[in-house]
């Protein structure tokens, strides 16, 4: 074989091999999932087990698929993924979901939010637009920054909680105390903050 040969037989596949690596990098995509319950969600492929992931409690995760690679992943004609999300038991074996999060098909970049069913076992999913996040509303403990063992309006004002501060000050004396605390966040939604 000739210089010329070899090159051809050599270079030629090396650049194209370089050329596809550069392709489905850029095809890259990714859907975020927001978790806002107390339990860890699964999140994987509709036609097989493979697990893009499990997303701890009170996350947001990026979940990343290249639709070059996983067939399971985006679509290459439809453009769309086709996932699942379930909620997983204590025991890491029983899976909980509602109807809205089975055979989700979502465009990348789609902002996923999951909450707990009206049963408090199955999950609800939710697809919302980016500038509708909202991180939930945190513990007492978190919320407590000064660590004084009650909410003054400062720390209530940071989590969105200033507004009906009055409606839930039961004693007056403009601080909430952890059951007035707890007692608000109930109000002023279930989960924590997170509106539907």
Request: hydrophobic residues 35%; aromatic residues 10%; glycine residues 6%.
């Amino acid at each position: 074989m000739n210089i010329k040969g070899f090159l051809k037989t050599a270079v030629l596949p090396a650049a194209l091999l370089a050329m596809t690596v550069t392709s489905a990098a850029a095809d890259e995509k990714i859907f975020t999932v927001i978790n806002h319950t107390d339990s860890v969600i699964r999140v994987w492929g509709k036609s097989n087990d493979y697990k893009f992931g499990r997303i701890n409690t009170k996350t947001i995760a990026d979940c990343t698929c290249n639709a070059l690679y996983n067939k399971d992943c985006f679509d290459k004609k439809g453009g769309k993924a086709k996932i699942k999300l379930a909620l997983e038991s204590k025991n890491g074996k029983d899976l909980y979901s509602g109807d809205t999060c089975t055979k989700l098909y979502v465009d990348p970049g789609t902002f996923i939010d999951v909450t707990y069913d009206t049963d408090g076992r199955h999950i609800r999913c939710a697809i919302i637009d980016k500038y509708e996040i909202r991180q939930p509303i945190p513990s007492f403990e978190e919320a407590d920054v000064n660590k004084d063992g009650k909410i003054d309006e400062q720390e209530a004002e940071a989590i969105q909680l200033k507004a009906n501060f009055k409606d839930f000050d039961d004693d007056l004396n403009r601080e909430l105390n952890p059951k007035e605390f707890d007692r608000a966040i109930d109000k002023i939604n279930i989960f924590r903050g997170v509106p539907f």
